[in-house]
């Protein structure tokens, strides 16, 4: 896994302060193509920041974040967009009082070339993008589970559904790096089931890489390749599942000191 | 079976006294004396009568509305006792005004005013008159609600219209004289006013029309709704032809004088549509709107006029695209420091960009080249096929060609990827970057669509007047722009043009309302934001978000009901 070509995203060093505070701290990181990965930590510990800064709305103050091999760092969050990376929201920001359907066109952005004239004059070439998205559109709405709902306001759509239509939005984007933030929020287990499988089928059938952050422990374990664990913005560990579970730092961070050597205990005595 | 002990007598208490209070504020200001002498039914009522007891009337009204039908006599008596309470604070007035000199503090409470409340009966039998004047009128108007359904609708638009064709008697008079001579009018109209017959007979006919269109089982749009598509376009080409041809032959039916008031709408609902496209779709709040007019009227002048100041000596012409250009130009460069703003600061930044460019107009820098305080003189009139343009109604087809362009851009824009954009940016800027929106060009653009339309309108504007002074661009300007988009409803293209009929062409067409102007503003926005936040005419999404309760839940189930199918 020394070889670059390896990795979809890199990052070396990634810092990024609030004033005195260092939210993120000489982060190393990189994804593996078509992989899933997890970053795991407890509140605050700078996992959020970490994906505001790969999507360009933080800038950061040193280190360097590369996707395919070229640097992204300073870009603009559009221009990032253009190169398929794209996210979703811990607490989730559709555009509420869109349809469902123009959410989805929204999300389309990167993939639509036409100007405002073609729409004044009525061109052909316009009007044929225009239909061809809304094709598309549909399509997408029917793969997200949502046939039939487009012309509801995303703010009337039920909680589940707004979680897919915001992946679905992002998937309009034809995504090659997909930033899920909490999917399973808010969700009971057969719905976290549901939405694990449903992450797994968009790496699967689409070839998408994803990343999420996720606290839910039985998702993260179950669906991810690699997890990495933040804490005040530092790495702490990185590993399979398995090797996190075990490792005692993680363990520290999550339940304290006295937990992690409590629970080191019996586990040595077996 | 309700009794009188359920009499909400404390809400009766306090609406009374509310309507009292507004009738003694209406009174207090002058719109009461001022209204008084205009007769809208001749020997019948007056305006004053009207304003005096429309907010007895309109508080029985809802204070009657939520006494469940079927309980006669209990809403009989609340709206008795509404309309008794509300005359108490009249008639405590009026003795006020007996014992002591109010036009000392309010110089509006004239003997006229205090004749016109008391009935020249003096303090007590006045007062007395006004509590039986006003209980009646709360009765009638909980009467109302003993009417079967289907009559209430026809009887209450048969009331309202007669009394707003007599109000715009003088105007309707002057033009049905010209089209059937005086004899004619005589019949219809005494003095300013409707014939009572004459009043009486529209009356039934409004009544008779509207009780028949009730009775109809489906609506209009219902109607086209359930024709097969082929029929509906044919249909819809129609009507549309049928409204072109209206608009082409209205100067015809107006007359100079409206033509005049129909141009200044018009140039307003060019402004309208301008800021609709900022405010409205990109919710961008600019109130240096003006700035764009200035901009557009201060082109068209330089670049037309035969004085001094001209520059080119371009007809209208030539000059009119050069205007618009002008305008959006400066759109575009306000637009650059103003990228990273939001809301408020975006609200004072552009506030005071307006100004500036008033001060500009104003100052001694710039009077060289655009005249001062003196303004520009000497623009002429658009040229057409070797005549100038000079009356109204000649002038009218320019600016409906305007409005015409306008709207259509409009409304393709809003349908339009840029449309989608601008309304993505609206909601939620941060996420409309993060899906690959560029926020400098599409800010830049609804800016530069806002200033090219408000430019238009100020080119207009300058070649109408044939002179233009700085004193023209004042921000009040931009706030009735931005009033006539919130009254007719945001992103509302239909919205606007409602909007600037009710701002512009009602208080040009009372003449009375002049002094009250910004205060009948004040007012209608309060009362639109309270009652009908989305506007008069919203546009769907509007209606929408601020109605998601009712509305929507019905819409969803009816949605969700069709999925299972």
Redesign the interface.
């Known amino acids: 896994m020394t070889d670059s070509q390896d990795f979809i995203l890199q990052s070396k060093g990634v810092t990024k302060r609030f004033g005195g505070l260092v939210a993120v701290n000489e982060f190393d990181f990189n994804v593996p193509r078509n992989s899933i990965v997890s970053i795991i930590g407890p509140n605050g510990a700078g996992k959020t920041t970490y994906f505001n800064c790969v ?3 933080y800038g950061i103050d040193e280190g360097m974040i590369e996707f395919e091999g070229e640097q992204i760092d300073g870009l ?3 221009r990032i ?2 190169r398929h990376v ?2 979703t ?1 811990q607490n989730i ?1 559709l ?4 349809t469902a359907i ?1 959410n989805l ?3 389309m ?2 993939e ?1 070339h ?1 100007h ?1 004239y073609g ?2 004059l ?1 061109m052909p070439g ?1 009007r044929a993008e ?1 239909k061809q998205a809304l094709d598309e559109a549909r399509e997408l709405l029917h793969f997200i589970g949502l046939a ?2 487009g ?3 995303a ?2 759509l039920p909680y589940g559904d707004q979680r897919r239509l915001e992946i679905g ?1 992002a998937l309009a ?1 034809k995504p090659r790096l997909l930033l899920l933030d909490e999917p399973t929020a808010g969700m009971n287990p057969n719905e976290s089931a549901e939405a694990m499988h449903f992450i797994r089928r968009l790496r699967d059938e689409l070839g998408i890489t994803i990343l999420l952050i996720e606290h839910d422990m039985r998702v993260v374990m179950g669906i991810s390749e690699r997890v990495t664990v933040l804490d005040y913005g530092i790495k702490i560990a990185e590993g399979s599942p398995n090797e996190i579970q075990k490792n005692t730092k993680v363990i520290e961070a999550y339940l304290g000191r006295g937990a992690a050597t409590g629970l080191q205990t019996p586990a040595g005595g077996q | 079976m309700a009794t009188l002990r359920d009499l909400d007598l404390r809400k009766i208490l306090r609406m009374g006294l509310i309507a009292g209070a507004i009738t003694v504020i209406v009174g207090a200001i002058g719109l009461l004396e001022l209204f008084g002498e205009r007769a809208l039914v001749a020997d019948v009522i007056t305006m004053g009568q009207v304003i005096l007891y429309t907010p007895v009337l309109l508080i029985a009204y809802m204070t009657a509305k939520d006494i469940p039908s079927g309980q006669t006599a209990l809403s009989l008596v609340t709206g008795l006792l509404t309309g008794v309470v509300s005359s108490f604070p009249v008639a405590g007035f009026i003795f006020l005004a007996s014992a002591v000199n109010l036009r000392q503090f309010l110089p509006n409470v004239s003997p006229t005013l205090i004749s016109l409340l008391d009935f020249n009966a003096g303090p007590v039998i006045g007062s007395l008159i006004q509590v039986a004047a006003m209980g009646t009128v709360g009765l009638i108007t909980a009467g109302f609600f003993i009417l079967p359904e289907k009559h209430r609708k026809p009887l209450f638009n048969a009331i309202l219209w007669t009394l707003v064709i007599g109000l715009f008697s003088e105007i309707l008079s002057i033009r049905l004289r010209d089209f059937f001579g005086v004899a004619f009018t005589r019949l219809i109209f005494t003095g300013k006013a409707l014939n009572p017959l004459v009043a009486g007979i529209l009356f039934i006919l409004i009544d008779g029309i509207t009780y028949r269109m009730g009775r109809q089982k489906q609506t209009l749009s219902e109607r086209i709704a359930a024709m097969p598509p082929r029929q509906q376009k044919r249909y819809r080409l129609a009507s549309m032809i049928g409204i072109f041809v209206f608009l082409l032959i209205l100067p015809l039916l107006l007359g100079t004088y409206l033509s005049e008031v129909i141009n200044n709408i018009g140039i307003y609902v060019l402004m309208g549509l301008g800021l609709n496209i900022v405010v409205g779709f990109a919710g961008l709040l600019d109130l240096g709107y003006v700035a764009f007019f200035a901009i557009g009227a201060y082109s068209m002048a330089i670049l037309t006029t035969g004085g001094s100041l001209g520059i080119g000596n371009l007809t209208f012409w030539t000059a009119l695209p050069f205007s618009v250009l002008m305008a959006a130009t400066a759109g575009l460069i306000l637009g650059v420091p103003v990228l990273r703003m939001r809301g408020d600061y975006l609200a004072i930044v552009t506030l005071g960009f307006g100004e500036i460019i008033r001060i500009l107009a104003l100052s001694d820098l710039l009077k060289p080249y655009i005249g001062g305080a003196q303004g520009v003189l000497q623009i002429p009139k658009p040229p057409f096929f070797g005549t100038a343009l000079i009356q109204p109604g000649q002038f009218y087809y320019i600016v409906l060609a305007g409005c015409l362009l306008a709207w ?2 409009s409304s ?2 809003s ?7 601008w ?2 940016l609206r ?2 800027e ?10 400098v060009a599409t800010k830049l ?1 609804a800016f530069g669509f806002g200033a090219a339309f408000s430019g238009l309108a100020g080119a207009l504007f300058a070649s109408k007047l044939t002179s233009i002074f700085p004193h023209s661009f004042k921000l009040e300007i931009s706030i009735n722009v931005l009033s006539l988009i919130i009254i007719g409803g945001m992103g509302s293209l239909p919205g606007v043009v409602v909007g600037a009929f009710i701002l512009v062409g009602l208080p040009e067409l009372l003449r009375e309302f002049a002094e009250f102007r910004l205060l009948m503003y004040g007012a209608l926005l309060v009362v639109m934001m309270l009652a009908k936040p989305e506007g008069f005419i919203p546009s769907a ?1 509007r209606r ?2 601020l109605h ?1 309760d009712k509305e ?1 839940e019905g ?2 189930q009816s ?1 969700v009901a ?2 299972g199918e």
């Open positions: 999507t360009g709305f603009s969050p559009d967009a253009h794209t996210r929201y920001r555009f509420a009082n869109m123009e066109l929204v999300g952005e990167p639509l036409t405002w729409a004044v009525g316009t225009e039939g709902k012309d509801l306001l703010k009337n939005r984007n | 259509f851009v393709r824009l349908d339009s990827r840029l449309g989608r954009q309304m993505a909601e939620d941060d996420v409309a970057e993060a899906m690959g929106i560029k926020l653009l999404i929408r978000e998601a929507i819409e969803i949605k069709g999925l």
